[in-house]
Structures are given as structure tokens and as C-alpha cells.
């Protein structure tokens, strides 16, 4: 039944480490999301496709990375994860400007 | 700047008290204003969409409303399984894609 479906939910990685988020969706949505979320405070947003185009917040670190390899899968790569990059990191789809729809999120735990 | 600000941040209830949250917001152009519910731990999850001063919408014991400034969730008679944060976020003209948050309002209903 669910339809943006986030892997792993929980996810320890060490300092530096790389890491690989993942997010895949049933809806057949164009436009796919990632948001980083900490603890009390709203989701920010890092970047979203719209359909195979790539668009990067300004003040995104280019620690973050993402690759679409087709409509249904999203991955968010964090190139040398930081203390400071522990945090629930959300995937969102939505049709054009409708209402976004949201996985259960990855929690990131950097040791 | 677009800016989102909900009131109050946390907010106690007893079960059947009726209460209101609000989201202040301040855009340019409003393309449509959204609610969500968010669980702990898990990703927000959709409401409302209002796009218009006057509009209101309902569902359950929730109803949204719009003005030119404001947003305003109200919950009558609430059950403990009301208890959740809920965000708020507009989705200004101009603003392609992207939606900016409120940090949200932490609900909680006790017996």
C-alpha cells in the first residue's frame, strides 16, 4: 500500500563514510524530492528532479549528492558524512504542483 | 523572503477541549497553502490543500481555513490520537516546485 517507499529506515554510518539513501514510489510521479529534517525543526529542503532535471538548493553542501536513474527511484549520496549531517532525511513526489507526498523518512546516525 | 510561522509551538490538550492552530505567512503570491500531520518518526503525512482566502476544508474532527495572512487549523473535540506535530507550508508563485515549512506545532491530547 505505501507509495514512496524509503530505504533503510535506520541507517549508522561512520565519519566519512559514504552513504546511499534510497527512495523509490509507486505513483508514477514527475517531480521527486529530498529533504533533510533535524529534530523540532521544519524539513529543509536539498534538491528535487523534475522529471530527469536536476535542481540544487543554493546553500545545499556539495557533500550531498543525487542520481534519478528513472522515474520510480531516487538516491540521495552523502559523499563524507559529517557530524553535523545526523538527521531524518525525507523523500517527497509529487505531479507537477500538487500536494507532495512523503516516504517514512531514513533517521542517518553518523558515529 | 518567504517566511511561515506557526503558533503556538506546542500545545496541550484534554480530550473534546477544541482548540485552533495557527500559520502566519508572509509570500508575494500564494499559489496554495498546505497542512500535514507528522508522526513521530515518520514522514509528514498530507491534509489540506487551500489555495484562496475563504476556502475551507474539512476532514474528521480537523478543519482548515485561509485568509490574506493566515492559516488556521481547528480541532474540534480531539482524541489522544489526534496527538501529532503539524506543519504547515505555501507554496508561493514564482517558487517553481519548491514549498517552504513552518517548524510545526506539537499536538498532544491526553485523556
Known amino acids: 500500500d505505501a507509495m514512496v517507499i524509503q530505504n533503510p529506515r535506520y541507517q549508522v554510518t561512520q565519519f566519512g563514510k559514504p552513504v546511499t539513501l534510497s527512495c523509490s514510489q509507486t505513483?508514477?510521479?514527475?517531480?521527486m524530492y529530498w529533504y533533510q529534517q533535524k529534530s523540532s525543526q521544519a524539513p529543509k529542503l536539498l534538491f528535487h528532479?523534475?522529471?530527469?532535471?536536476?535542481?540544487n538548493e543554493a546553500d545545499t553542501p556539495d557533500n550531498f549528492q543525487s542520481r534519478r536513474p528513472n522515474t520510480s527511484f531516487c538516491f540521495l549520496d552523502i559523499r563524507s558524512p559529517g557530524l553535523g549531517d545526523a538527521a531524518m532525511y525525507l523523500c517527497?513526489?509529487?505531479?507537477?504542483?500538487?500536494?507532495?507526498?512523503f516516504g517514512d523518512g531514513t533517521r542517518l546516525s553518523i558515529l | 523572503e518567504d517566511q511561515v510561522t506557526q503558533s503556538p509551538e506546542a500545545l496541550r490538550l484534554q480530550e473534546g477541549e477544541s482548540s485552533s492552530l495557527n500559520c502566519s505567512y508572509t509570500?508575494?503570491?500564494?499559489?496554495?497553502l498546505f497542512w500535514y500531520r507528522q508522526d513521530p518518526g515518520k514522514g509528514p503525512e498530507f491534509l489540506f490543500t487551500?489555495?484562496?482566502a475563504g476556502e475551507e476544508k474539512e476532514k474528521e474532527r480537523l478543519k482548515a481555513t485561509l485568509t490574506k495572512k493566515e492559516s488556521f487549523l481547528h480541532i474540534t473535540a480531539p482524541k489522544p490520537e489526534d496527538s501529532a506535530t503539524y506543519l504547515c507550508?505555501?507554496?508561493?508563485?514564482?517558487?517553481?516546485?519548491?514549498?517552504?515549512f513552518g517548524t510545526g506545532t506539537q499536538l498532544k491530547v491526553e485523556l
Open positions: 487551500l489555495y484562496s
Open positions: 528532479y523534475y522529471d530527469k532535471d536536476f535542481n
Open positions: 517527497a513526489t509529487s505531479e507537477n504542483r500538487q500536494p507532495q507526498h
Open positions: 507550508a505555501v507554496h508561493p508563485t514564482g517558487g517553481g516546485n519548491k514549498l517552504t
Open positions: 505513483l508514477n510521479h514527475n517531480v
Open positions: 509570500v508575494s503570491g500564494l499559489r496554495g
